[in-house]
């Protein structure tokens, strides 16, 4: 039984003469980008979350080079991120001239640790950036202490969180500005890459909307306020976006389903095999990352039997070789440096066969079998 990791042909499938029909219209139409269909987004995320401002982006990326440009980020500012995690959180940080403060993680679930973010605040940090990974949320409210004495703003970093919550609010709306990804892979994922940045912040809101489209204001063109960027949405993603919304929350119902199911089930390999069982919040899975002490075995275990994972991330940020710059040494981040060499992903989207999850599970449980019998 051969089970793929994101299997798109699945994903798309019901959505095929949707697609085509979406293309075809936004092809003749004469209105490619930044038009009614992103505003129809906007104005979809806006009540889906609560959100005063929604403003939809290129990608994520994207997003958050807009929103830490608003936040005045540049040239002498430091700014707080995790030591695990996907570049873009740290990368967007240099890009604009700024200095990344990597922060050490959780040892299980790999979110910031809020005691080792007040740590490491400097006299030049302005921002810090909190980002929910896979399935797991970090500890807003304990972040949001640690910004308020220190004078920090939060961007949350809710890529793949569309649709969480935590004490009664939305993930993305904890901070001073978030954000959704929309790239394929993504919970809501679209037919190209996308985001969506979301604020209360009348100014931040502001400045995005102007900052992604080369600086106007959307009211009169080719009057420049500042010196922006071309990082605006596609129509043709953003109609399928609108389109996908619709039956979001069953898709995420059923992403939980799976989720839920892998917990129940690898929670007794403890402590070989370790999973993130927190109840605390309401979780939507994007990935399902489990830790393994025998990670590399297993994953050759389950390709053999035609079982497809994925390795996120091989390497902590501060020793990847795009930030030797700023001279850190193995063993300054301990927790970021070992989750690498045991997490694996393991196939979870909305479409997945009930058949497929148990295969999954029934290889890892006999993996975990066979390495008892051995030890």
Same mark, same amino acid.
């Given at each position: 039984?051969?089970?793929?990791?994101?299997?798109?042909?699945?994903?798309?499938?019901?959505?095929?003469?949707?697609?085509?029909?979406?293309?075809?219209?936004?092809?003749?139409?004469?209105?490619?980008?930044?038009?009614?269909?992103?505003?129809?987004?906007?104005?979809?995320?806006?009540?889906?979350?609560?959100?005063?401002?929604?403003?939809?982006?290129?990608?994520?990326?994207?997003?958050?080079?807009?929103?830490?440009?608003?936040?005045?980020?540049?040239?002498?500012?430091?700014?707080?991120?995790?030591?695990?995690?996907?570049? $873009?959180?740290?990368?967007?940080?240099?890009?604009?001239?700024?200095?990344?403060?990597?922060?050490?993680?959780?040892?299980?679930?790999?979110?910031?640790?809020?005691?080792?973010?007040?740590?490491?605040?400097?006299?030049?940090?302005?921002?810090?950036?909190?980002?929910?990974?896979?399935?797991?949320?970090?500890?807003?409210?304990?972040?949001?202490?640690?910004?308020?004495?220190?004078?920090?703003?939060?961007?949350?970093?809710?890529?793949?969180?569309?649709?969480?919550?935590?004490?009664?609010?939305?993930?993305?709306?904890?901070?001073?500005?978030?954000?959704? $990804?929309?790239?394929?892979?993504? =919970?809501?994922?679209?037919?190209?890459?996308?985001?969506?940045?979301?604020?209360?912040?009348?100014?931040?809101?502001?400045?995005?909307?102007?900052?992604?489209?080369?600086?106007?204001?959307?009211?009169?063109?080719?009057?420049?306020?500042?010196?922006?960027?071309?990082?605006?949405?596609?129509?043709?993603?953003?109609? &399928?976006?609108?389109?996908?919304?619709?039956?979001?929350?069953?898709?995420?119902?059923?992403?939980?389903?799976?989720?839920?199911?892998?917990?129940?089930?690898?929670?007794?390999?403890?402590?070989?095999?370790?999973?993130?069982?927190?109840?605390?919040?309401?979780?939507?899975? &994007?990935?399902?990352?489990?830790?393994?002490?025998?990670?590399?075995?297993?994953?050759?275990?389950?390709?053999?039997?035609?079982?497809?994972?994925?390795?996120?991330?091989?390497?902590?940020? =501060?020793?990847?070789?795009?930030?030797?710059?700023?001279?850190?040494? =193995?063993?300054?981040?301990?927790?970021?440096?070992?989750?690498?060499?045991?997490?694996?992903?393991?196939?979870?989207?909305?479409?997945?066969?009930?058949?497929?999850?148990?295969?999954?599970?029934?290889?890892?449980?006999?993996?975990?079998?066979?390495?008892?019998?051995?030890?």
């Amino acid at each position: 039984m051969k089970v793929p990791f994101f299997n798109y042909a699945a994903r798309y499938k019901e959505d095929r003469e949707k697609i085509k029909e979406i293309v075809y219209q936004v092809g003749t139409s004469d209105q490619f980008i930044l038009k009614e269909h992103a505003a129809e987004l906007e104005d979809n995320i806006r009540a889906y979350t609560g959100a005063k401002h929604a403003i939809a982006t290129a990608n994520g990326t994207a997003a958050l080079t807009l929103i830490l440009r608003a936040m005045g980020v540049g040239p002498g500012v430091d700014v707080l991120t995790p030591a695990f995690s996907f570049i $873009s959180t740290a990368s967007t940080i240099a890009l604009l001239g700024a200095r990344p403060v990597f922060v050490d993680v959780d040892p299980l679930t790999g979110m910031m640790d809020p005691a080792d973010l007040e740590a490491r605040v400097t006299p030049k940090s302005k921002v810090v950036i909190p980002t929910h990974l896979f399935s797991v949320m970090a500890d807003m409210a304990a972040i949001n202490e640690v910004a308020k004495r220190n004078g920090l703003l939060v961007l949350e970093d809710s890529a793949v969180m569309l649709g969480a919550r935590m004490q009664g609010k939305p993930a993305g709306m904890h901070g001073d500005a978030g954000l959704y $990804s929309f790239f394929p892979a993504k =919970p809501l994922g679209g037919i190209g890459d996308g985001a969506v940045i979301v604020t209360d912040d009348d100014e931040l809101g502001r400045l995005c909307r102007m900052l992604r489209n080369h600086g106007q204001d959307g009211i009169t063109r080719f009057l420049h306020h500042y010196t922006g960027y071309n990082h605006r949405m596609d129509e043709t993603v953003a109609a &399928y976006l609108v389109h996908k919304l619709k039956r979001f929350d069953s898709l995420l119902e059923r992403r939980r389903q799976i989720g839920m199911r892998y917990d129940e089930a690898f929670a007794p390999l403890a402590p070989h095999v370790q999973v993130v069982k927190d109840a605390a919040y309401e979780r939507v899975y &994007y990935t399902y990352v489990l830790q393994a002490e025998y990670r590399d075995q297993l994953r050759e275990y389950l390709a053999a039997r035609e079982i497809e994972t994925q390795v996120y991330y091989p390497r902590a940020l =501060p020793l990847q070789s795009a930030f030797a710059y700023l001279g850190h040494k =193995p063993g300054d981040f301990p927790h970021a440096e070992a989750i690498p060499g045991k997490a694996l992903a393991l196939p979870l989207y909305a479409e997945m066969p009930d058949a497929h999850v148990e295969h999954v599970i029934e290889t890892v449980l006999k993996f975990e079998e066979a390495v008892k019998l051995h030890a």
